[in-house]
């Protein structure tokens, strides 16, 4: 690997952690939260206490449980400066807000949140601890903006073992839910984060206090919901009012029921991306339902073209004249998560840490973010400059072509094209940024 393009890198780096500065009053923690950061990108193997400590240059891990478990800096400073940062490089008009959690495998009894619970990670009820995050996605990139640790009630109920774990004592028992509004309401209406949607799983999506709070912040959702939900026909012939004469009126009747009675003609097949896994065909019907309590929504219905019981049902305020396509596309936003997930495991450490304590845990995640956002926003540069590259040399190669020294050389930045891109192979050998500053110590 060329060293310059090392240099480059870490000087990246470098001045992206100025702007956290002045959340860390001492230096120590200030020059090892940067540390910390290069090596949850540079570690070859598991990023534990001994492996960060060496490729921080120290002698043992001191500094690095004194960084997570005593030394005194603005975590939610830091926070808020990492999702002003997102903002500043991936927000749009149009960006959606992701709500989704991801499990944390754990044994013992000790750590902060652990509980057999179910995580998809693992794809079972297990030990492990549950972490709520706040996605972002638009057409500049993906990137993790917040993180709650989810604290089932058996946890909230012990004061005892909350004590050890250094919980806050007055902390309340929040459902995933809950934790997820306020995280989308504090980027959107403190931090003014741009945005239009928010999207998420049925977690989120059968939670009525959930969606009335996004309606709120003036936010659109297409949100998933239940099969065996009921909703109310809406009568008339407008858009996305369907005359259904399955469907008595004044008669509620469930999702799964309306998705069997509706006519073939109603269905389209639509091509969407679904995030990492590319472009992807289904058959989607929209149409306009009374949802109880709330009032005339959108029921988007999302069928296999494989397997016609395999259904997915999305609800959403939307207006009455949105193209069902948009909404179709909207839905599938949501699993640019799962690559942020994926990636910030992979290339961020994001799962590999060694603390137990409440606030350890926040500290980790929040600078694990943060390299996922730097390794984001750098591959969107560098993007950007071979782009303005490219076309410059194509330009001159065209001015240039009769000539016997017209031949355009072009230096492409080889593999940063497959940060945040489909991947076959996973694990550390394919992890790029992390080679990129192991190449400055050879």
């Known amino acids: 690997m060329d060293k310059r393009i090392f240099k480059t890198v870490e000087k990246s780096m470098d001045e992206y952690h100025e702007r956290f500065e002045r959340f860390f009053p001492r230096s120590e923690p200030r020059e090892q939260s940067l540390k910390y950061m290069k090596g949850l990108i540079a570690a070859p193997d598991r990023r534990n206490g001994w492996e960060l400590a060496e490729m921080a240059g120290d002698r043992c891990p001191d500094r690095v449980q004194r960084l997570m478990y005593r030394n005194n800096w603005d975590l939610e400073g830091v926070l808020d400066e990492h999702i002003r940062f997102c903002n500043e490089h991936f927000g749009h008009y149009d960006g959606t807000f992701i709500v989704d959690e991801t499990g944390f495998l754990k044994s013992g009894k000790s750590s902060a949140g652990v509980n057999r619970q179910y995580t998809g990670t693992a794809g079972k009820i297990t030990n492990c601890q549950v972490g709520v995050f706040l996605g972002y996605t638009s057409e500049h990139g993906n990137a993790l903006l917040d993180r709650r640790l989810y604290m089932p009630d058996s946890w909230i109920s012990d004061s005892k073992r909350c004590a050890r774990a250094k919980v806050p004592a007055d902390l309340q028992f ?20 741009s945005g239009s949607w928010v999207v998420g799983d049925e977690v989120y ?49 469930s999702l799964e029921k309306i998705a069997a009675g509706l006519p073939d003609s109603y269905w389209k097949s639509l091509a969407t991306r679904a995030g990492e ?7 989607w019907a929209g149409l306009r339902v009374i949802v109880p309590d709330e009032g005339e929504r959108w029921l988007l219905i999302r069928r296999s073209l494989k397997h016609s019981d395999d259904l997915s049902f999305y609800f959403s305020n939307a207006y009455s004249d949105t193209p069902v396509m948009q909404l179709a596309e909207v839905a599938l936003r949501r699993f ?33 973010m943060m390299a996922h956002a730097f390794l984001s926003a750098l591959k969107k540069t560098l993007e950007d400059r071979i ?55 050879k």
């Not at 896994?277 to 058959?283: D, M, S």
């Not at 961020?348 to 840490?353: H, I, K, R, T, V």
């Open 205 to 253: 999506g059968m939670d009525p206090c959930f969606r009335e709070g996004l309606a709120d912040l003036n936010l659109r959702f297409v949100l998933a919901v239940k099969r065996n939900m009921k909703v109310g026909k809406v009568s008339g012939c407008k858009v996305g009012r369907i005359p259904l004469s399955f469907w008595p009126e004044n008669t509620s009747m």
């Open 387 to 441: 782009k303005n590259v490219s076309a410059n040399c194509e330009r001159h190669s065209q001015m240039v072509s009769n000539s016997k020294n017209g031949v355009v050389r072009r230096r492409v930045f080889h593999g940063m094209d497959q940060f945040q891109a489909p991947q076959k192979d996973s694990g550390n050998a394919r992890a790029l940024p992390r080679k990129i500053l192991q190449a400055g110590s």
């Open 174 to 193: 929040l459902t995933k839910p809950q934790l997820a509004l306020e995280m989308v309401r504090h980027a959107v209406f403190d931090l003014q984060c």
């Open 336 to 368: 640019a998560i799962e690559q942020c997930f994926a990636e910030a495991k992979t290339e961020a450490g994001l799962d590999e840490y060694e603390v137990r304590l409440w606030h350890a845990w926040y500290r980790h995640i929040t600078l694990s």
């Open 277 to 283: 896994r590319g472009p992807i065909r289904y058959e």
